[in-house]
C-alpha cells in the first residue's frame, strides 16, 4: 500500500500542470484588437497613406527646382541636305549635342499658371569638323498662363483638405468599427460559453435526478413513463453538451483570429456589466455626427467635386487660350565663360487659342451631363443626411431602451434561477412531477441566455452610437486616437 501510495504521487507531480485559461473582459478584448487585429493595422495603413498624400497636394503649391539634360546626345548617320538647285544631298554627321537646364517654377494657384526661372548651358561638338561651340541662357524668366480655362490648383485647395479631414475621421471610425466587430466575436463566445455552462450543468443535474428516480422507482414513488423521460433528458443533455463544446470551440477560434492571439491558453470571458446609465441627447449627436463623421465631411467634399465637375465642362467646352511669355539673356561662344560675356536679350511671346465653332452640340451635351451629375450629387447627399440622422435617431432610441432591457432581464435571470432550485428541491422530495420540473429547467435555461443576448445587444448599441458619432457620452467628450 505504501508503494503504490508513492507511485500514485510522483505520476501527480510528474503530470504536466494544465495552462491556466486566459481571463478576459470585454474591454480586454476591444483593446487587444485595437492593438493587434488585422483591421486596426490596415486602418494605421490608411491613415499613412493619407498623410503623405496629403503632403504630396502641399507640395503642388511650393517652388520646385529641379535639373533636366541631355548627357550625351551623340548622333552618326547621314542626314538628308537640301540643295540650292533643289536636289537632296546625303551628308554624313558625327556630333553631340548636350544640354542642361537649371529651373526653379512656383505654380499660382490664383490663376492656374506657372511661373519660373531657369538657367541653361548647351555645347556642341562637329566631330567631323573637330569643333565645339557653347549656347546658353544665364537667366531667363517665364510664365505659362492658361487663358479661360479649368484652374486645377484653385479646386485642388478646396477639396484636398476636406480629403485630408476625411481620410483622418475614417481612422477613428475603424478603430471604432474594430471595437464593434470585436464586441460581436465577444458575445458569440461568451453565449457559446453559456451555453455550454447550462449544457453541462444541465447534464450533470439530469444525471443525478435520473439516479434519484431510479431509486423512487423501485420505492414505487415515480412511474416508468417519468423515468424514461427522465433518461431522454439525460441523452438530449449529453447530446446538447457535445453542441456546445464545438460551438464553443469554434467560437474562440474566431475571437482569437479577429484579436490576432497565439496565446494557446482558453480564453475565459467575463459576464459584463451593463455601463452606467447616462441620458443621450438626442440633438447633441446629430451635432457631434455631422461635426465628426467622415460621412458628414464627404457630403461637402461630393458637393464640391460636382461643381468642379460642371466648371471644367464649361472652361474646357469652350475657348481655350494659353499665353506663354519668356525674358531673358542668351549667348554663344567657344569655351562656356563666353556665354556669361555681354549676353543679348531674349524674349518670347507666344499666343495660342482654340475656339470650337461647329461640334453639332457636343461641347453643350458634355456640360449638361456635368450639370445633371451635380444635380444628382446634391439629391443623393440630401437623402444620405436622412438617412444618416434616421441612423443616429433611430440608435440612440436603441440604446436608451436596451439599458431598461438588461435590467429586466437580469432580474428574470435571478428569478428564473431560484424557481429552479426549488423546483428541484421540490422533486427530489417527491412534491414535484417530471413536467413541472422540465419546465422549470427550460424557463432558466432561457432566461440566462435572454440575459446575455439582453447585454450582447446593449453593447453593440453602445458601441455603434460612438461609430456614428465618434463622441463618447460617458465621458462627454470627442473620440480621438
Do not use: C
Amino acid at each position: 500500500m505504501k508503494n503504490l501510495f508513492l507511485l500514485v504521487v510522483i505520476l501527480f507531480l510528474a503530470k504536466p500542470a494544465l495552462p491556466q485559461a486566459q481571463k478576459l473582459s470585454l474591454q480586454d478584448v476591444v483593446q487587444l484588437s485595437r492593438e493587434n487585429s488585422i483591421s486596426s493595422k490596415q486602418a494605421v495603413t490608411k491613415k499613412k497613406t493619407n498623410f503623405w498624400q496629403y503632403r504630396s497636394y502641399l507640395a503642388d503649391y511650393k517652388p520646385q527646382l529641379s535639373l533636366t539634360g541631355t548627357l550625351p546626345g551623340f548622333t552618326r548617320s547621314y542626314i538628308q541636305v537640301v540643295q540650292p538647285d533643289g536636289t537632296i544631298s546625303f551628308q554624313q554627321v558625327s556630333n553631340n549635342n548636350s544640354v542642361l537646364n537649371l529651373s526653379l517654377s512656383q505654380g499660382i494657384a490664383w490663376t492656374g499658371g506657372t511661373i519660373y526661372v531657369q538657367q541653361q548651358l548647351q555645347r556642341f561638338d562637329d566631330f567631323a569638323r573637330n569643333n565645339t561651340r557653347y549656347n546658353g541662357i544665364p537667366f531667363e524668366v517665364g510664365i505659362q498662363q492658361p487663358l479661360f480655362r479649368f484652374n486645377a490648383l484653385k479646386w485642388n485647395r478646396k477639396i484636398q483638405p476636406l480629403m485630408y479631414q476625411e481620410g483622418n475621421q475614417q481612422y477613428v471610425q475603424s478603430l471604432e468599427q474594430v471595437a464593434l466587430d470585436a464586441t460581436g466575436y465577444y458575445f458569440d463566445l461568451l453565449v457559446a460559453q453559456v451555453n455550454l455552462q447550462i449544457a453541462e450543468k444541465n447534464r450533470s443535474n439530469n444525471d443525478t435526478l435520473y439516479k434519484i428516480a431510479q431509486h423512487k422507482l423501485e420505492l414505487g414513488k415515480i412511474s416508468q413513463n417519468d423515468l424514461l423521460q427522465l433518461q431522454m433528458g439525460l441523452l438530449t443533455a449529453q447530446k446538447d453538451l457535445a453542441s456546445a463544446q464545438q460551438a464553443a470551440a469554434v467560437a474562440t477560434l474566431k475571437l482569437k483570429l479577429y484579436m490576432g492571439s497565439r496565446d494557446e491558453r482558453e480564453l475565459d470571458l467575463e459576464i459584463p456589466a451593463q455601463a452606467s446609465e447616462f441620458i443621450v441627447d438626442t440633438q447633441i449627436a446629430l451635432n457631434e455626427a455631422f461635426a465628426n463623421r467622415s460621412a458628414a465631411i464627404g457630403f461637402q467634399r461630393r458637393l464640391l467635386e460636382a461643381e468642379r465637375d460642371v466648371q471644367f465642362a464649361k472652361k474646357e467646352n469652350g475657348l481655350n487660350a494659353s499665353l506663354n511669355a519668356t525674358f531673358g539673356l542668351s549667348n554663344q561662344g567657344n569655351m562656356p565663360r563666353d556665354v556669361y560675356v555681354s549676353p543679348q536679350d531674349r524674349e518670347f511671346v507666344e499666343l495660342q487659342l482654340t475656339l470650337p465653332i461647329l461640334t453639332w452640340g457636343r461641347n453643350k451635351a458634355r456640360t449638361e451631363v456635368a450639370r445633371a451629375n451635380q444635380e444628382f450629387a446634391q439629391q443623393s447627399v440630401e437623402q444620405d443626411k436622412l438617412t444618416f440622422e434616421q441612423e443616429i435617431f433611430t440608435q440612440v432610441t436603441l440604446l436608451q431602451m436596451l439599458q431598461k432591457q438588461v435590467k429586466l432581464t437580469k432580474l428574470t435571470d435571478n428569478i428564473a434561477a431560484e424557481r429552479y432550485q426549488i423546483a428541484k428541491d421540490r422533486f427530489i422530495l417527491s412534491d414535484l412531477s417530471v413536467t413541472d420540473l422540465g419546465i422549470a429547467t427550460q424557463e432558466k435555461d432561457i432566461a440566462r441566455r435572454d440575459y446575455i443576448v439582453a447585454l450582447r445587444d446593449y453593447w453593440q448599441s453602445f458601441y455603434s452610437l460612438r461609430l456614428l458619432t465618434l463622441y463618447d457620452f460617458e465621458k462627454n467628450q470627442k473620440i480621438s486616437y
